[in-house]
Structures are given as C-alpha cells and as structure tokens.
C-alpha cells in the first residue's frame, strides 16, 4: 500500500464493542491498511459524533470511516471531517440531515429487536438518572448474531455495551453521504435493523450496496471476509 492510503476507523455499535471487529481488523491488516477501532461511548448521537470526528482529525493522511448498526449514524455525520474521504455502512442506519434513528425506523416495519430490549438506568450529571437499553440476554441470539457460533453469542449477550435510549431522538446534524462516496453491506437476515431499512437508506444516499443474503446484523463477526472486501474496495477508490 502507499503512503496515501487511507487508514480505517471502524465505529462499532451499540450492544457491541471495538472486539467485534477483530475479524475484520485481521483481515485489513493482513492487506497492510491501517487500521484504529476506537470505543463508541453510545451515550448520544450529537457527543458519539464528536468524539468519532476528533479522532479522525487526528489521523495523519485520509480516513475512511466504517459504522455498524448505530455506529453508521455516527460516520453520517462525523463524515462531514475535512480529512475522511470515504464512508462504508455495514448493516447501518444512514440517516437524512435532520433525521433520527427513530424516524427512519418508524417507516417500515419495526424489528424483532424492538420488543426484546431490557432497560436500564445510569447516573447524569446533576444527580438524576438517564435510561439507556441492552437486548434480553435470552433473545441476544437471534435478534443480533443468529448465524454467529452459539458459544460466541453467549460471550457476546454477556458482554453487551448499553446504548443511551435518548440517542434514538437526536437528530442528524449533517449527512456527509451528500459529499463523499459511500458503501453499503446490506445483511439481508438482520433481526435488529430491518434489512428494508438498510436497502432504503443506502439506495437514499447513492451507496454501493453489497447484499449478504443470510448474514445477521453480527454480519462484521460471522462474515469478515466479506465485510474487509467491501471496506478494501472503499479503500482502493479513495486511496
């Protein structure tokens, strides 16, 4: 690879962490693409966005930014830093400008992953409490990773990463999709992001699709071959 090729930021979502890109992160390196998996605070789409867009600006040379599930809504608007050059959705929502998670959801039929998510509560500045959301363990597995090994899916049900339920409100500040080139895995078996919402969204924003037929919304954990493909191309275009 040369000197300008793009590093890799990959934006994980919520119920995750960076750990579930371990396949992918092999197979980039494998390639010698540079490559950084920051931890996603998931406590609100405006501060998560921040933070993605100052690690970016602090990457020498072009970045191209990679979200997972909610982590798509974050590169949205991330997006818009002045060094990435590319964006690449996997199993993602790609929001509108002016758009929540809710509203893009809210127009097609809602996801298994709806009725199974458990709430909990945490501490805000202030003193008072803020309710933020996981999936019922008993559910984990076929809602998020129903072609991930049964014995991987319980370390993942265990291990999840809350998501602040404010952030399904909070609106898109920007949609960088308007000015930079994009990419899209669609997982065509995806029990928490209705797959039709990934088609739409992607389609709305002159995405490259790539459709996995089978694959669940763990798409980056059961198929990282396919998904450092896609990101390997956006690499390619960019670079």
Known sequence: MSAATPTVLLVHGAFADAASWSGVIAEL?????????????????????????SVAAQIDGPVILVGHSYGGALIT??????NVVGLVYVAAYVLEEGES?????????????VSNLKQWTYPV??????VEVTIAEDAFPTVFAADVPAGVTKILASAQRPLAAAAFEETASAA????????????????????????FAAKRAGATVVELDDASHAV??????????????????TG
């Open 29 to 53: 390196q494998g390639h010698g693409i540079p490559v950084i998996a920051p931890p996603n605070p998931l406590r609100g789409l405006a501060s998560d966005a921040a933070y993605i867009a």
């Open 77 to 82: 608007v991330a997006g818009t830093t002045e």
């Open 101 to 113: 998670l809710g509203e893009l959801q809210g127009r097609f039929p809602a996801s298994p992953l």
């Open 125 to 130: 500045p202030g003193g008072g409490t803020a």
């Open 176 to 199: 960088a999709w308007t000015a930079k080139p994009s990419w899209a895995v669609v997982a065509g078996a995806d029990n928490a992001i209705n797959p039709e919402v990934q088609r």
């Open 220 to 237: 980056a954990v059961s198929r990282p071959e396919q998904v450092a493909e896609v990101i390997r191309e956006a690499v390619r275009a």
